[in-house]
């Protein structure tokens, strides 16, 4: 997702206009659908398949998934005066789980529960 979204929006950056429906408009509109799909897509992979062994991560994941639920709720409901603020719902959250997922690689994934620690 990181990677499609910088390629993607680096090669199709929106025009100065806006959404004006050029090539490059139509092509940033697109790459955007890809990112959300891939956002969506690995939250809801990490919230199952991290359940197990790391539940916290699961929780950050599922946390993540929400504020974009957030973002997605709340632009059909503000005024478009306010749009800029629930959209930051989610490129907040995305930019948060990338941080706590970057801890857990640094720390490569040792990261346990309380009890855990006092046993070992």
């Not at 979204?5 to 680096?10: K, N, T």
């Not at 994941?61 to 478009?80: Q, R, T």
């Not at 719902?89 to 490569?108: E, P």
Request: charged fraction near 10%; include cysteine.
């Amino acid at each position: 997702m990181n990677w499609f979204s910088i390629v993607g929006y680096e090669m199709f950056p929106l025009t100065q206009a806006g959404y004006a429906g050029t090539f490059q408009d139509i092509m940033h509109v697109v790459v955007t659908i890809v990112v959300v799909i891939l956002s969506i897509t690995s939250l809801i992979t990490i919230m199952i398949s991290g359940y197990t062994k790391y539940k916290s991560l699961s929780i950050c994941a599922f946390i993540a998934l929400s504020l974009m639920l957030v973002d997605a709720i709340g632009m059909n409901i503000v005024p478009i005066n306010y749009f800029g603020i629930v959209e930051r719902f989610r490129v907040l959250a995305a930019t948060a789980f990338n941080a706590i997922l970057g801890l857990y690689l640094f720390n490569q994934f040792q990261f346990k529960n309380h009890k855990e620690l006092q046993e070992n």
